[in-house]
């Protein structure tokens, strides 16, 4: 289309071009070519200057309307750019919600369990202090008497198994 027009911007140029030419010169002209007779071409003249004018603008419109659709195609896909970018970016917000969620979740089980063991390690201790024994390791083979495994002592009711 942007050829087109090019073309008739052209040859419109021309056309007024010659068109000043002639009007200036109308005189010598007229006598010189005794252009008198043609006075009937000057209407044809006319005629063809108006339908490079009429196209001229015919086709400035439709270039214009060819522009206006591109650009309305154009913003169409800018906006659904947009869409996708903002739901790629709504997704991302709610995956890094998800796994602050879930860090949060696995350190407060993690601080559960770690108190879980320090609460056993309090009561362990708690019943090593009745044995005299604070080393968890060193009560292996002891039973809850204080007595390694195995030990035949009497017990107060004449028991010996241990």
Do not use: H
Not at 32 to 57: R, S
């Amino acid at each position: 289309m942007k050829k087109i027009r090019i073309v008739l911007v052209a040859l419109s140029a021309v056309y007024v071009l010659l068109t000043i030419i002639f009007l200036l010169n109308d005189d010598s002209l007229f006598n010189n070519f005794n252009l008198l007779k043609l006075i009937d071409y000057l209407q044809a003249w006319i005629i063809v200057g108006l339908v490079l004018l009429v196209g001229v603008i015919v086709a400035g419109s439709l270039y214009i309307r060819n522009l206006k659709k591109e650009n309305r195609q154009l913003e169409k896909d800018y906006n659904a750019v947009k869409a996708r970018l903002y739901d790629i970016e709504e997704e991302r917000k709610t995956e890094i919600t998800r796994r602050q969620t879930e860090e949060e979740e696995t350190e407060r089980k993690l601080n559960a369990f770690n108190q879980s063991l320090k609460d056993k390690n309090r009561a362990g201790d708690n019943y090593n202090a009745g044995t005299g024994r604070t080393d968890p390791d060193k009560n292996a083979g002891f039973d809850k008497r204080g007595y390694q495994s195995g030990d035949t002592r009497p017990s107060s009711d004449g028991d010996t198994s241990v």
